[in-house]
């Protein structure tokens, strides 16, 4: 089959099998993730030997094209099949691939994925959640914190401490943990937004089998390195699809176009709004041609932070105090801050930028020889 | 020219201050803290004149207590009552005054600029008013809407009792939850005219000052929250560091303080000039306006970014003040309008 | 739609860079460079049809020209060249395309929006050209001048010989020491009509790729700024530390290169469309200028303020690429032009 | 006489003596401050013991209040006046206090400082002339850049390095150094407007006697920091005085007002003038009562050099490509940098603001226990 009938095939399947519009419920997602299985769209790119297709790029490029017109009901799968499910295979065992892949793909399990910590937010490596071996298992307590899906994971991909003695990214290893364990502790983070759309998940004498381990005792870190490089890879092909809210068509109806201090605002709008997207295709056409974007996604990210924030205020100082009262600018104002915050902070993206893109000298570190035990951490009175 | 607070301002503040520390954002409308406000305090009476038994201080005093409410989140008809009570000093009706002085009636006010959508019959010292206004500050939590109604000669401003049962109230979602709104149905209500045909000059002078108040607020959030985030930064940690020790971090912290630094002294002007230059008044409101709404929305935005993923949370302050200064910065129409106000009387 | 370069394109930048390597901002305009830059690299003639001795190439190319011309701040008439062969190619010409491919033929453009101060007397295909024209872009070092003349059958484009006995060509004082100005008077110059009356949609379009054409350049300029402040940051040392490693600096440096990155998929975009999607042309052209004029000047100010007081200095070369910034965002009128004409074309 | 007495004597002398319009030549200069000396108007504040007038702050503002309507031709001593002379009333002897004092004061000799150099900018302590000590003298070494009035100076306060066996801030000490010496070089320094407001100057076996050491030797950081200090309070009284042309009215007269957007950016300038003048006159008002402004200075001078730079940018961007060949416009537009490099760039303006008005905790500083001739300074390839 070439790449336009297997385009073509998966524009059939879709047609046949995609809702299009709401997030479906729980029961549905999950029946659809079988279905889509089953028809051979999940793990496009995955080893054969694990449930995936064993296809290419170009498959699964073609796939993610096709399915652009749907809402695929897949969201509680997205950590798994972003994040841990790539790192498992990076990084797991065979018998943990044998275990936990095909499951994930069939989306019989949720996956979620565990390294945030209230005191360890940008600087993940300074994490407490400790784990202490005891004979074949680990003992596990402390709490995470941005966990997304962790009310309907059955499985977590969690970062702990297992040496204080060394420094803070020596000591540390990463499990797999069964999220229905009578020591895990979920609960509901409410952001400002109102919603909740993260939870606090805490940990208290949680038992992991040394099977569960993922990679060598203490070299945890290299794991969750894995993890954000596919994470930052899974965000930076969300900035590629563009931003939702076409906020020029939106306020062109709702504001007066012919003053022309108004239209300024609606003409920055768009400047900035065409100069990230192109930018965005520019990035995309290059990977296509085999350049690898690297660090300069998170160029892309932070242009995407700076802007979310610009429309949603732009939008609300162009229509004025019923902004305040109309439900859809007020959600826009309350959530524009997510995206500055989420997959690391603008100061974080323009280090990376400034270090990775531009090659300038890092900052003197202190954190990286002291050990963890003797490291300032977290919040500090 | 005076930009600097005298002994007794200072002391002014510090009296409300501390009892601002005492109030949480959270907690909604509270009558009994209003009535310590109102009583022990004497605020609602600051800027009525003393014959009508108020307290008889000018703008400068109103701007240092609407900071402090604002640097508080104070919740509840505040700066409505002072928007209301700065009409009333325009327009001065005895027994609304008195009640107002005294704190036994909360007043709000609806937007003075522009038509107004509500319509009265009489012509007397009375009228009949109906119609609809989509949005009033706190109608909830207040006893009386001073509110322009048209009638057949022009227009009236006119005091409703919002108590009267041809008054419905209905409370929306707003941005900012510690800042209410409700839509206001009169189906014909019995209300007082306090100017017919208004004085315009009152009205416009009303407005004005609006504006030198709700900067004065804006102040304090802003400062509220330069504070709160330099205290944040001095605790954090992050790669073995305290934040605030990282460029990235720091100069944007002093970024904020120069914004801080010239929206005190321009609301110190501008209130200085509601008391003692009114020529340079008009000038001084819009830019006021113009320059603190603006920054203070961007302090309290760059306060919550930098507060890092804890400032997204529901159980933190950030996003109240950031909501609170949102919400500010187009309280009295979208910010274009001050500027182009200021575009006016620049004479470009 | 193609936002990256293709081989060849990428080894016509080679060459050009290459060859810009050996050029000095410093050396003003140098005959010899250009015999060079028009003889063996075929630059003036790259946009030029082949019937007329040109290259053929399309906007793309001379995108990928202009920005390594901007990069090098090559001194003398490239851009000005650049506009004239954009024009002719509109409005074909066959003497002077043969001439300018062959580089025998300097032109230059006359601002081809608005009205013309000059005025001309017969209606052949020549024509007696008087008047004055305040700034003409590298008229001191051009042949051929280029300009839109008023007749009394309306506006025509005319071809004025410089070198004309009737020309006076008063140089002026320009802002950029490396891009030229010159008043030019015209007392009665015989002037060869290229197009009466002129086509519009020829001139609109000339006009709409001269946006694109100065983006490229101004790309260049952008790059050579990154870059070079990037290499200093990462030699220069404050407090026993490379600048570069402070936050202050990086993240500076960092937002730049994100202005960077746009403009330069702005550019790709916009000659593209030139190239191969017309009805994208003037959307595309007015982003082109209304984003990149803005982002070269900022990354040229930041890169002479980041060099600290070296920067300040004649010595240095930041302060010709900060001049050449602030010259090229007006070169085209003011910055708002563009924004208008963007908002004209979304229909606003 | 009380301060009303005082004023109206200095207006009437002012009158009197004191030209309006262009700087005066250098020699009409010296005659202008020998008589303003005379009037008793020259150091005002200074101790009488040492040719001063022994009056207070507020005499010195009653007479600048009046010389605001001038343009004194005083600006070759501004240096020697503004810093030179302070830091020896601190920190000099009685010996050199005798000497220098009251010439400088009349007028007499010119000053100026010698502190920075090109591989020691922000970095001031960071500084390489050597001076070696040669019996009962000093022999210098080295190069100093950005000096103002150098090529008409008598004198200079110089800051040189003395031990580099220790950290940088300790070894350094500081002289006053005879600029007609032989040895001494000044060549003028041709900054971006195409005019030499500074010079450079090198220093080449300059001998200077140890008599005209300023405080302790290795102890010259100190001294350098009441220079500092003096330079910044005139800096910032001159902040106070406002900068200069008014681009509104300017403007006002050369753009299409009626263009909403036009409007829309002088108002922009209007704000942003108003409200740093603002805030320069609450200072002002703070320091009559009492209130020390300290770091907060800099907010002011970190706020007037974006001002200058935007005033500059709007002036252009509002004229068009005309203003490319106006002089006043173009020179403008060259000038504007300087703000924000000359007294300390934006950087540096935001870390004193950070840490001195903020109190928020310094940089990691690897630079201040290294002995100096270990230490990276300058430009290193």
């Known amino acids: 089959m070439n790449l336009d009938e297997y385009r073509s095939a998966a524009r059939t399947w879709l047609a046949e099998n995609a809702g299009r519009g709401d997030d479906a419920a729980q029961a549905d997602a999950k029946e659809f993730m079988a279905r889509l299985y089953d028809a051979g769209y999940s793990g496009i790119t995955w080893p054969e030997r694990w449930g995936g297709q064993g296809l290419t790029q170009a498959e699964e490029r073609a796939f993610a094209a096709e399915a652009r017109a749907y809402t695929l009901p897949t969201y509680i799968f997205s950590i798994g099949l972003g994040m841990c499910g790539p790192t498992l295979l990076d990084r797991g065992s065979d018998a943990q691939r044998e275990r936990f892949i095909r499951p994930l793909l069939r989306g019989e399990e949720v996956w979620c994925q565990l390294f945030s910590e209230p005191g360890a937010g940008s600087d993940v490596a300074s994490l407490q959640t400790r784990a202490v071996r005891d004979g074949d298992a680990w003992v596990v307590n402390g709490q995470k914190v941005w966990t997304s899906v962790a009310q309907v994971a059955d499985w977590g991909l969690l970062l702990t401490r297992t040496d204080v003695e060394v420094p803070k990214h020596r000591g540390l290893t990463m499990f797999v943990v069964d999220m229905h364990h009578p020591g895990v502790t979920v609960r509901p983070l409410k952001d400002m937004t109102g919603r909740a759309h993260f939870n606090e998940v805490f940990f208290d004498d949680v038992t992991i089998p040394d099977a569960h381990r993922v990679g060598e005792v203490n070299d945890g870190w290299s794991v969750a390195v894995t993890t954000l490089l596919h994470e930052r890879l899974s965000i930076s092909a969300g900035v590629g699809m563009g931003g939702g809210v076409d906020w020029l068509s939106e306020l062109r109806e709702a504001v007066d176009t012919s003053d022309p201090y108004v239209r300024d605002q609606l003409v920055e709008l768009h400047i900035r709004t065409r100069a990230l997207s192109l930018f965005n295709q520019r990035l995309a056409q290059e990977t296509r041609a085999g350049i690898f974007p690297g660090a300069r996604g998170s160029a892309a990210k932070l242009l995407l932070a700076e802007l979310t924030l610009f429309q949603a205020d732009v939008a609300v100082s162009l229509v004025g105090p019923e902004a305040l009262v109309d439900e859809r600018l007020s959600h826009a104002v309350c959530l524009a801050p997510a995206m500055a915050l989420g997959g690391g902070t603008n100061e974080i993206m323009r280090n990376i930028v400034g270090e990775r893109v531009l090659n300038l000298p890092p900052e003197p570190r202190v954190d990286k020889t002291v050990p963890f035990k003797d490291l300032k951490v977290g919040t500090q009175g | ?348």
């Open chain 2, 1 to 348: 020219m005076k930009l600097v607070l005298g002994e007794e301002q200072q002391e002014l503040r510090a009296t409300v201050r501390a009892f601002m520390e005492t109030v949480s954002p959270r907690e909604g409308h509270s009558p009994a803290v209003y009535a310590r406000l109102n009583g022990e305090l004497g605020l609602s009476g600051l800027i009525i004149p003393e014959e009508y038994g108020g307290a008889g201080a000018g703008m400068t005093e109103l701007a240092v207590v609407l900071e402090e409410a604002g640097a508080a989140l104070l919740p509840g008809p505040f700066l409505a009552g002072a928007l209301a009570a700065i009409t009333l000093t325009r327009l001065p009706d005895k027994e609304l005054l008195t009640a107002v002085a005294e704190g036994r009636v909360t007043a709000t006010v609806a937007p003075l600029a522009g038509g107004s959508a509500l319509v009265a019959d009489s012509r007397d010292g009375e009228a009949l008013v109906k119609g609809r206004l989509p949005q009033v500050l706190n109608a909830a939590e207040a006893d009386v809407l001073l509110a322009p109604v048209t009638r057949n000669d022009g227009v009236a401003l006119v005091a409703i009792d919002l108590t009267d049962q041809g008054v419905t109230r209905v409370p929306l979602t707003a941005l900012d939850e510690t800042r209410s709104m409700a839509e206001v149905v009169l189906a014909g209500v019995r209300g007082r005219v306090l100017a017919a045909p208004p004085d315009g000059a009152a009205l416009e002078s009303a407005w004005t000052l609006f504006s030198v108040a709700l900067a004065a607020e804006q102040l304090g959030v802003m400062r509220a929250c330069l504070d709160a985030i330099v205290g944040y930064a001095k605790i954090r940690v992050a790669f073995g560091r305290y934040i605030g020790s990282y460029q990235g971090v720091k100069h944007k912290l002093a970024d904020m303080h120069c914004k801080l630094e010239q929206a005190e002294s321009i609301v110190r002007y501008a209130a200085w000039a509601a008391d003692e230059s009114p020529g340079e008044l008009p000038q001084a409101a819009a830019l006021a306006q113009a320059y603190v709404g603006r920054a203070c929305f961007e302090v309290a935005r760059d306060h919550l970014l930098l507060h890092g993923g804890i400032g997204f949370t529901w159980e933190h302050d950030a996003h109240l003040y950031y909501k609170r200064a949102k919400t500010d910065e187009v309280l009295l129409g979208p910010p274009r309008t001050h500027r182009e106000r200021l575009a006016d009387l620049l004479e470009l």
